[in-house]
């Protein structure tokens, strides 16, 4: 094994862990879990971020990564980046105007996790299905579903569903303020503005651009 597999850098935000673009996965997580349980008391529970150069992770890998830091330290996971990631081009989310109606078609059908609770800052979920959060999806936070995502309260974290590749699901919250917005390959940041409509909303892709609209009670007939 090499000598270094990972590197811990520390700043006034948090820890940033960088993985050695060389290594061989097995290697970072064994690395990663032996300096975490020696610097475990050092670091106590401070955010983490894990920076992956040009690494391009599985699903399977992705929650290997949590894993190992979960298990080995009280360090609360911020995020798990890589120049892969940061390629697209992100753009505005476009907000429909508020009085617009959003007509929806028919049901889906599949298997739907129920969260009972909110989320923090450092929290991961990965479902191959439809997630339901009842409560709110603090930043750092992030959800990753096949199917939709559905927070009845606040999405400020990241939403990515459709992960499996399915352009027409959507994220739908009670008051929709994501650090980032992903349906299937189609990534956005929220939309550009300080007040945000104290209503539902669906996000969804049209045009391979995720739009925004709002949720009303009325019917077309």
């Known amino acids: 094994m090499n000598k270094y597999a990972v590197e811990f850098k520390g700043t006034k935000e948090g820890v940033t862990i960088y993985c050695l673009e060389g290594a061989d996965f097995t290697e970072i997580l064994s690395d990663l879990a032996a300096k975490l349980r020696q610097r475990a008391s050092f670091f106590g529970d401070a955010e983490v971020s894990i920076d992956l150069g040009n690494r391009e992770l ?21 995020s798990i ?10 753009t505005s989310a476009k907000r429909q105007g508020e009085m617009e109606d959003l007509s929806l078609d028919g049901f889906k059908e599949g298997r739907a996790l129920v969260i009972k ?23 750092g936070a992030e959800i990753a579903a096949d199917g939709d995502i559905y927070v009845f ?3 400020r974290g990241i939403a990515h569903a459709g ?19 992903r349906i299937a390959d189609v990534i956005s940041r929220a939309p550009d503005h300080d007040d945000l409509p104290d209503q539902p909303e669906y996000a969804y892709v049209q045009d391979l651009r995720i739009l925004i609209a709002a949720i009303t009670a009325k019917q077309n007939t």
């Open 58 to 78: 599985t699903e399977e890998e992705r929650e290997a990564l949590i894993t190992t830091v979960t298990k080995n330290s009280r360090l609360r996971l911020k």
């Open 81 to 90: 980046h890589s120049s892969q990631e940061k390629a697209p081009a992100i």
């Open 117 to 139: 609770r909110t989320l923090r800052s450092g929290q991961y979920i990965r479902y191959p299905g439809h997630v339901i959060v009842l409560g709110d999806v603090n930043p």
């Open 153 to 155: 309260g606040t999405l």
């Open 163 to 181: 992960a499996n590749g399915d352009r027409t699901a959507s994220v739908v919250a009670l008051r929709l303020a994501p650090t980032q917005l």
